[in-house]
Nanobody, 124 residues
């Protein structure tokens, strides 16, 4: 069973930065991603990365501010979040795909393992 453990969330002022980490253990996973869910809204895929790291996806509202990366030696994925806005407040979830899909990192429906989530709160 794949286990994903996030860390790095917290309370930050608008304009600040955070780096989220997601460590995986268990069977091999391929594409990895980050989702977020704000109060009263659906969970959405905001960033994804291929197994090699050469392919990435970003949701439009985070482009230029969020950067996803991975270290396969540590089986860990990161999300660098800069220029935080109050509307970025949400629970952030790490996710992984247990199957290899073409361009799968951009397809929210292909993620089948989830972390427990980490809260990010941005104050204005």
């Amino acid at each position: 069973q794949v286990q994903l453990v996030e860390s790095g969330g917290g309370l930050v002022q608008a304009g600040g930065s955070l780096r989220l980490s997601c460590a995986a253990s268990g069977p091999t996973t391929y594409a990895r991603g980050w989702f977020r869910q704000a109060p009263g809204k659906a969970r959405e895929l905001i960033a994804g990365i291929s197994w090699s790291g050469s392919g990435t996806y970003y949701e439009e509202s985070v482009k230029g501010r969020f950067t996803i990366s991975r270290d396969n030696a540590k089986n860990t994925v990161y999300l660098q979040i800069n220029s935080l806005k109050p509307e970025d407040t949400a629970v952030y979830y790490c996710a992984a795909q247990s199957e290899l899909y073409r361009d799968g990192w951009s397809y929210s429906g292909a993620y089948d393992y989830w972390g427990q989530g980490t809260q990010v709160t941005v104050s204005s």
